[in-house]
């Protein structure tokens, strides 16, 4: 158990809400200790208004609740909030949280931050640098402390090159080509399409077009990239080709002048060696300066850094009424 | 007005069917003058049995029996039918049309045919030889007369390499590095992009993802990206990637052995000189023994093609249930 804390020494409280549901940390304000966490799987709703505070708020205060009850008790003084499509869609949590969390938790400290802000903070605390965070996307984010440069994260249809969608539609065209015979194919890739999408590759355009999930379906097969990767050229050259995309976006958010520490951060970087690697090189080539790593925190860690460094009055990470708000 | 057809030489009735509606012509079965065309703007609607054979009918009838008294009676020998999605969803017309088309017009001679069929044989007639057909999608067909082989036509995210969306895409794709400043970029297309999408890019992913014809606003930036070719490299070295995917393609389905005749058919290649130049370039280096052409017909004059075979009894084009079938 985590040390409690007192009234002199009161909790935080981190939040990150996404597709995939609602995940809330409690952590002691002053301490670095691992946060307790609890996790909803209902994603909260997008109305006209954008991201609904209402329901956000129905789950948050049951959610901190809970954890302050079973820590103990304490006050709050601090509450971070990531979140997808926070700059286009956060107008109603910066309406209404700030009253709703004074009245559920006695605090107005809030900061709203885009998910691609806590995904840093995670990865880079509130150091000067650029993260590329990529899943089923990809996005870098860089600062200097003055202000945040973005690039790419544009969504499967736009950009996210080097995601987890764009390698796995790179990897199921390469199969395509094996069925019908043309150049750049890998019978290798057509074999595990065939596999994993169950049947022959002619029918997988009737399996793909009418699910509302594609760019998670195309991200599905990221994996078998990677795993034809070390005796596939094809699927080599799809993850090099990656590689140099992550690495142009990271060249692109650098603050420049400096050696740039470069964090890699997200689901993506799970594949390990046979992206990992390659990208060492692209990034050695492109940003000869960089020293890389990839992240341990993820963005709920990042809201608790936001958090703790809202209650401190110590934080330096840029605000600017979209990336990151503070209401 | 073209010659009457009397009951010794009777009308072939040629239909297109497709996503933008239903194209019916009417034809002398023995002649090979401009035939006479009625448009419906209403798609011929796709149930659980797949494409409705009786709202087809519902159309096609008054359609074909308006051209035909228009044209002074007579009657009709064979029809053709091409649709986009045969292969998959012929079922109903497999089963229903023969007995429709008998009690309409007294004949059980059809084809029913993939749209790349019909396109093939609008651009070769029942020649051997490769026809890409280019659009919003791309999609080769080849035939030694005895099988059919075809490449590519995947859709957006699996393949169609080289087809209006697929530059599209790409198009947008150098835009957003502009505006991010990513390697790669074109401040040309940035500039064409903000200017046809209306506004700053960052409001380009709310105004494309939630469309659900985004194929087609991908493919209604290509003709920005050719518009461009001419003096940026970035849009010229896309539409050089274009060309190399479409060769690929024509490479594939060709039949082998011979001097191989090629036809580029469909919207796409109306862009002109920015991507039939390299297209034809790449086709030099890729089957040096073609012979490349731009179709003068297209799908429903091969419909026409296919109904006067029929009825004269000389189809040479292979059907085999799926690409062409004979009910």
């Not at 329901?55 to 302050?68: D, F, K, N, T, V």
């Not at 956060?90 to 809030?110: I, K, Q």
């Not at 992550?246 to 603050?255: D, H, K, T």
Request: with cysteine; proline share 8%; glycine share 14%.
């Amino acid at each position: 158990m985590t040390a409690a804390a007192t009234p002199d020494v009161p909790w935080v409280v981190g939040v990150d809400s996404g597709g995939s549901g609602l995940r809330v940390a409690l952590a002691p304000a002053g301490g670095d200790g691992p946060p307790r966490t609890l996790t909803s799987r209902e994603p909260v709703r997008t109305g006209p208004a954008g991201i609904d505070a209402g329901h956000l708020m129905q789950q948050l205060g049951p959610m901190a609740r809970e954890l302050i009850d079973g820590a103990g008790g304490g006050a709050v003084a601090a509450v971070a909030v990531g979140s997808a499509g926070m700059a286009t869609l956060g107008g109603d949590l910066r309406e209404r949280l700030p009253a709703a969390l004074d009245g559920a938790f006695g605090t107005r400290r809030l900061a709203l931050a885009a998910d691609a802000v806590t995904a840093y903070a995670g990865a880079l605390g509130q150091r000067p640098g650029a993260v590329v965070a990529a899943g089923t996307g990809l996005i870098a984010l860089g600062t200097d402390l003055r202000s945040w440069r973005r690039a790419d994260g544009w969504g499967h249809l736009l950009g996210d090159c080097g995601g987890g969608a764009w390698i796995g539609r790179a990897g199921l065209d390469a199969a395509m080509r094996a069925y019908d015979g043309r150049r750049g194919c890998s019978p290798a890739l057509r074999a595990r399409a065939e596999a994993v999408f169950d049947g022959p590759l002619n029918e997988l355009p009737g399996k793909l077009y009418p699910r509302t999930d594609r760019p998670a379906v195309l991200a599905s097969f990221a994996p078998e990239v990677a795993r034809c990767a070390p005796h596939d050229p094809v699927a080599e050259g799809i993850l090099r080709e990656a590689a140099r995309h992550i690495a142009e976006a990271a060249v692109a958010v650098c603050p420049s002048g400096t050696e740039c520490e470069v964090a890699l951060t997200g689901g993506l970087f799970k594949m390990g060696a046979p992206l990992v690697v390659p990208l060492e090189e692209e990034l050695a080539a492109q940003l000869p300066a960089a020293r890389v790593s990839v992240a341990d925190g993820d963005p709920l860690d990042g809201a608790v850094v936001l958090a703790r460094a809202l209650a401190a009055g110590t934080l330096r990470l840029p605000h600017d009424g979209r990336m990151l708000h503070l209401p």
